[in-house]
């Protein structure tokens, strides 16, 4: 009898648990590119050359190592359709009486795992995930017994726990969150730098080459230039910190009609499939500011985002799934608008936002938070059809950490467990982090008439339509007052205008 480690596609870390558990000399371990994975939802095209990729070339640094490893090649017409299908061609072949994997990023695979196990009879052992800083059980016994759960002190805790950017016990600089530094709108200058790329080996042009032909999903597969190893991850983590790290902060909410990255780090990609080490890539940063070649802002900004959202929106995931997923708290019934995919409105930051998407698969927090986030919020979208929106078009998609920045920060959709107020904002906020507004077809000054901003009327109709929701939630009191400073003819006639929107708004 024989044990199987089961490597899945977003796990390729250096320090995965299961290669700690088996014997390269008695063991095997099984890797496979899965039709159900590649479809699950229509991927945007770049991602699963990214996956499949990455995956290749991490079977080939195992079998260097020593390991058998058991791969299987992505054919659309392979009777191998699911991860059990691939566990049950191994178990035939081999003998196998117990797998091993660590956690799945998913609650949909580790249910499916867990039901092929029990129906084979098989044991499935599930080892800790180690591409996070903390442990889910770290998490969750800071959460037991909470009210609110609140980023800001499960990262303080972090913060504790690792030592970074601490001194003496005490926040370095005095403080725990410059937040309020971090704001600025971007005109230029400083110029945006390239962001480094990698020109695709010969392993992955012919991924490039087999999506192409086989799978039809979002976007564009031309230029695909992510890092898929370890050493290219890497070099994208010192091209970042060299060049962009110092002003990341400044201008981390800044928007730009032309720039795709601005200062922001793209490494979410690389993380998420476990390239980069999320404690490596903030010690780096860290000895950035240590060096003094970069600001405390900066330098903390981004390693808030890293132990701080990231870990607890993870933690969110598996401390409230499945029931979080169904969880539609406002009532939103509205179908997602048909150009968020094919980007075809005059909205101008929005047709920006998703041209960006189709293209990179990318699109920085605040176009994700504030552009195609907000406008969902505002239309009142089904949860479900943005969410599946969101976990199909970007790279570094997956639903533990999207379901959470979707239904809970975006959509409120969660009663408030991610954040303490929704991210409603009118045109002017758009207006006021960047340049979309100058080229846009409609007038950001205007609620209404049909040159107006759409986000407009949508905003303060939001607001009338859940005054219950929010009346008294005292961080939005403001937008209430400014509510009612308006008269009832001016409201009848935003949310007849929003009624327009609704619709109309495939042909906005
Ligand atoms: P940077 O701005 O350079 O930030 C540094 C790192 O911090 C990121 O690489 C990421 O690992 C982490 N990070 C920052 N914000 C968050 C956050 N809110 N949650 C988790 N990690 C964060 N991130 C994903 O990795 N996958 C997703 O599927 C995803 N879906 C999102 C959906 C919505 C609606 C929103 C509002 C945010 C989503 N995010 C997601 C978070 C964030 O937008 C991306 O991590 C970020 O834009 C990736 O670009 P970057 O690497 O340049 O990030
Ligand atoms: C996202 C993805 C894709 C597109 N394809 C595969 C695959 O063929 N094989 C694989 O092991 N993993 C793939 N993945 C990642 C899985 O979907 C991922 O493990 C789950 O989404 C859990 O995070």
Not at 306 to 332: C, D, S, V
Not at 372 to 393: H, M, Q, R, S
Request: aromatic fraction near 10%; glycine fraction near 8%.
């Amino acid at each position: 009898m024989a044990r199987l480690g089961l490597i899945l596609g977003d796990q390729l870390n250096a320090n995965h648990a299961v290669l700690d558990a088996l014997d390269a000399e008695r063991d095997r371990l099984a890797m496979g590119e899965i039709v159900d994975e590649a479809s699950y939802v229509p991927h945007h095209v770049k991602k699963i050359v990214l996956v499949f990729a990455a995956m290749r070339h991490r079977a080939r640094e195992l079998q260097n190592q020593g390991w058998t490893v058991d791969y299987h090649l992505f054919d659309s017409n392979s009777e191998i359709r699911s991860f059990g299908g691939l566990l049950d061609q191994a178990v035939a072949a081999h003998d196998i009486d117990e797998v091993l994997i660590a956690q799945p990023g998913e609650w949909r695979v580790l249910e499916h795992l867990q039901n092929w196990a029990g129906e084979r009879g098989v044991k499935l052992t599930v080892l800790p995930d180690r591409r996070f800083v903390s442990e889910l059980d770290d998490f969750n016994d800071w959460a037991a017994g909470k009210k609110q759960l609140r980023m800001e002190f499960f990262y303080r805790q972090v913060r504790q726990r690792t030592g970074l950017l601490m001194a003496d016990g005490e926040p370095v600089g005095g403080v725990w969150n410059l937040d309020a530094e971090n704001r600025k709108k971007w005109s230029g200058d400083p110029p945006a730098p390239r962001v480094k790329g990698f020109e695709p080996d010969d392993i992955t042009q012919a991924v490039i080459d087999l999506v192409g032909a086989q799978l039809k999903g979002f976007g564009s597969i031309e230029g695909f230039d992510y890092p898929v190893t370890r050493q290219q991850a890497q070099a994208a983590l010192v091209d970042f910190i060299e060049n962009r790290l110092a002003y990341f902060g400044d201008y981390q909410d800044a928007l730009d009609d032309g720039e795709d990255y601005l200062f922001h780090s793209r490494l979410s990609a690389s993380l998420n499939i476990g390239l980069l080490d999320p404690m490596d890539v903030c010690r780096a940063a860290e000895q950035a500011y240590g060096q003094g070649d970069a600001p405390l802002n900066a330098v903390e900004g981004f390693i808030r985002q890293i132990i701080g959202w990231r870990e607890f929106i993870r933690g969110i995931y598996w401390y409230l799934m499945p029931e979080y997923a169904q969880r539609n708290t406002l009532g939103h019934d509205q179908p997602l608008p048909e150009w968020y995919w094919s980007g075809e409105t005059q909205m101008r930051c929005l047709a920006k936002a998703v041209d960006q998407t189709r293209r990179e698969a990318y699109a920085h927090h605040i176009q994700r938070l504030m552009v195609t986030g907000n406008f969902a919020l505002l239309l009142g979208v089904l949860p479900k059809e943005i969410c599946d929106w969101y976990l199909a078009v970007y790279i570094d998609a997956y639903e533990w950490v999207e379901l959470p920045n979707t239904l809970g920060m975006v959509m409120h959709a969660d009663g408030g467990v991610v954040g303490s107020k929704p991210y409603a904002a009118s045109g002017k906020y758009i207006e006021r982090m960047g340049n979309h507004c100058k080229h846009c077809r409609y007038k950001v000054k205007d609620t209404l008439g049909e040159d107006a901003c759409p986000f407009n009327a949508l905003y303060w109709d939001f607001l009338m339509r859940h005054r219950e929701d929010f009346e008294s939630n005292n961080r939005m009191r403001m937008m209430y007052r400014n509510v009612d400073r308006m008269d009832e003819e001016k409201q009848s006639a935003i949310q007849a205008r929003a009624e327009w929107i609704r619709i109309h708004i495939n042909d906005l």
